[in-house]
């Protein structure tokens, strides 16, 4: 399984942008990137996904390098809310356990008021 | 409305019991899952369904027995609880097992104790 590196943890502050990088240098050519986030206490929920060209949604952005090697979740605005664990998960388009979301250990993010 | 539901929310339990943990989910999904989160915070895929079917079972011991009356509900039934057991499990549901464009939808989590 192609496998994702995050920073184990980010600190921001709030009302800024946040960057949360994530690698996966042996990502193929037709594996998703995805992004799940966990608040504290809940479960994992959605936050945004992508192929190759950039993505914008409500929540965040996900900007996908040319190379697809790497891809940025950008928080605009950081709210204390904000405050979870991120996960970058590169999901594959095949169904059976090839499909599975595979979560690593993430990047806890912080929001300091 | 909730989108998906566990019950209950905290279930403490001795060694050797039988317990079940239950998932609904009312968005009209064709797939659910359990996962697994320990208390290293790894977050683990247990069990999906599809349509009633069982698809993957990600080499969970027996004693884990997933039970979809119907596609809304996916309880989760284990035998001769060990402390090994204790975590928090999650239930999910997405539209399509198959689609690498798929949303998962997560359950609030049920954190068992076994004591």
């Known amino acids: 399984d192609a496998k994702t590196t995050q920073p184990n943890s980010m600190e921001s502050n709030e009302e800024e942008p946040v960057h949360l990088p994530c690698n996966h240098s042996?990502?193929?050519?037709?594996?998703?990137i995805h992004w799940y986030r966990q608040l504290p206490s809940q479960g994992p929920e959605y936050v945004i996904h992508g192929l190759t060209s950039n993505v914008n949604n409500r929540m965040a952005s996900l900007a996908i390098a040319e190379d697809r090697k790497s891809s940025t979740l950008i928080l605009h605005r950081a709210t204390l809310r904000d405050a979870a664990v991120y996960y970058c998960i590169l999901r594959k388009p095949r169904g059976g356990s090839q499909g599975n979301l595979i979560f690593g250990k993430g990047t806890k993010l912080s929001v300091k008021p | 409305d909730t989108a998906v539901s566990q019950t209950p929310k905290y279930l403490v339990t001795q060694m050797g019991n039988d317990k079940s943990i239950k998932c609904e989910q009312n968005l009209g999904h064709d797939t659910m899952y359990w996962y697994k989160q320990d208390s290293k915070k790894f977050l683990k895929i247990m069990f999906s369904?599809?349509?009633?079917?069982?698809?993957i079972n990600e080499t969970v011991p027996n004693r884990f027995s997933p039970k979809s009356p119907d596609k809304a509900h996916l309880n989760l039934h284990i035998n001769s609880l060990e402390l090994g057991d204790s975590a928090v499990y999650f239930c999910?549901?997405?539209?399509?097992?198959?689609?690498?464009?798929?949303?998962?939808?997560f359950g609030p989590g049920t954190r068992l104790t076994v004591l």
């Open positions: 042996t990502i193929s050519g037709t594996d998703y």
């Open positions: 999910a549901s997405s539209q399509d097992l198959i689609a690498s464009t798929d949303t998962q939808y």
């Open positions: 369904y599809n349509n009633k079917e069982l698809i």
